[in-house]
């Protein structure tokens, strides 16, 4: 059981909501409202991801950083992962796809926001390293760029783009295979950026405090291997749970399944690393914020959204195809852009962090009303 004072660390508060886990499983079996068995599974997702996080970062520290860095790109993301396969494979497509936009746009504007309220509330100003900043946000530029030439590809050749309240298109070979290949190059280009940041220019993505970011517990090898099995599976049979009751949830309470993949979604599949960057940064440690907030979304956009593509063509009833509607794209561009200003002078203050809250404040509500 968490002490008090370990609440407030990485690993300690997501435990409080490990009792969901069980709960969803009890819910669902006894079948009861939709809405109830999203509400407890989503919150039963957190704890299973805070889990996998630190068993990850356990083995991470143990193999060195070129096998921990593989091991971060692996598992970093699994919750996310694991939660819009069981999408893909149910054939919601457009679910899948707005998780991904909202895991972008969420640690972008959410969790940087956030992480420089926190950290600027007290301080003038932050510092933090202007050229890894810059590598990571040219990233995320490179990725959005390749995410979304197919849509508008199809915007010009094709049908149009995806309304909102969509679940699947099938927008036949041509697209597909575009979308397969564009999901390849971004593969091929996280690969070239692992060796860029693990091996050839590591200084620049290890700031000297790196290793006090995380709270160890001295896990063995053997330890956090199983507990990364059990979390694995505990947060498939939550995830199969939750996605399960996605359709009839929203809407029992009028909402669309847009709004809840692109902000419920991503959100609660992020919820403990989003609190690492907050906290790291209310320690005045902006350099690993920002690393966090812009390194996962250039993760997700390089690594998790091509993974998805090539898996769609075994899993679920056609390929996934990166084609994202008008809503998604006007977001992401926003998002990226401003990640890209607010970084390129290497000082964030806590206005900077209120200006990405409102940003993502207002996406929200135009993805509600959508």
Known sequence: ????RSLYSTFGWPLLLAPFIPLAIVLDLAGVSPLAIFAVSALGVIPTAAVMGQATEQLAERSGPGIGGLLNVTFGNAPELIIALFALNKGLHEVVKASIIGSILGNILLVLGVAMVAGGAKRDKQTFSRTAAGAQSAMLLLACAALL??????????????QPDDERINYGSTVEHLSLAVAIV????YVAGLLFSLRTHKDIFNPPYAEEA???????VRRAVAMLAIAGAAVGVVS????????????SIGISE?????????????AAEH????LVAAKDKMDLAVNIAIGSSAQIALFVAPLLVLLSFVVGPNPLAL????YEIGGVLFAVLIANFVTQEGESNWFEGVQLLALYAVLGLVFFYA
């Open 240 to 251: 199969e749970i939750l996605v399960g009751s996605i359709s009839e949830a929203s809407e």
């Open 258 to 270: 847009f709004f809840v993949g692109i902000i419920i979604v991503a959100i609660v599949g992020n």
């Open 323 to 326: 084609v994202f509607n008008g």
């Open 275 to 278: 609190w690492v960057a907050v």
């Open 214 to 220: 995380h709270e160890g517990f001295g896990w063995s």
């Open 149 to 162: 030439m197919p849509a508008i590809f199809e915007l010009v050749e094709g049908q149009g783009l995806p």
């Open 186 to 189: 971004l593969g091929l280009t």
């Open 1 to 4: 059981m968490p002490t008090p």
